[in-house]
């Protein structure tokens, strides 16, 4: 969770992105969440909470096992639906033995040296990604939820909260806010896993 001043962060910051009925989850910019990080009094998080955007995005995961999210069906389908079935597979048990990273318009993540491994065992952190760190895994399901989601309608596209080159640029592992601050990859992290850009689970 969100660490504020060293310190842990205050009950109502937890309140942040939980879902407000089964299929919306509530999302701050870039600049609101900054705010918050910067006085996170109660007052100004309950403000930021109340006009908070409705979204809609999966999980890491519901990436990583291809789960249903309602309204939205499951990641893979929707991703990989319109694949060659003779190359890649029909389903989710072909899909995660063929598909690269390096097959869809991503840009590659900080702490990814190559987009040329199994989407699957990236998302798992298995084999020749088992050594990864968090950030590319979410940075990749961030940027694979904005594209799949964009446009779909109110309480869905998750690029009404922050646009989709928003998130591109933030999978460099460095964001400037509009403010001017500068966040890293700890800051942005945090942010997509606490306002549902990618949230864990």
Known sequence: ??????????A???LVGRPVHATTFSCLSTSAWGSVMVN??????????????????????????NLEQVGIGRPWDKLCGSLDSKKFGSNFDGWKRTVLVSHFDVPRPSGLHTKDVLLFDLL?????????DDFPRHMVVACLNQRLLQGKGVDIDPTRCVPLLDVNQ?????????SGKYWGRAEILDYVKNNNVSRPI
Do not use: E, F
């Not at 969770?1 to 205050?10: D, N, Q, S, Y």
């Not at 933030?170 to 509009?178: E, N, Q, R, V």
């Open 1 to 10: 969770m969100l660490r504020v001043a060293g310190g842990a962060a205050p």
């Open 12 to 14: 109502s910051l937890l």
């Open 40 to 65: 996170p009094s109660a007052s100004v998080s309950a403000r930021a909470i109340a006009n908070g955007t409705k979204i809609q995005a999966w999980s890491l995961d519901q990436w990583c096992r």
């Open 124 to 132: 798992n952190k298995i084999n020749n990604c088992a050594g990864l």
């Open 170 to 178: 933030m999978a460099s592992g460095s964001y400037t806010l509009p």
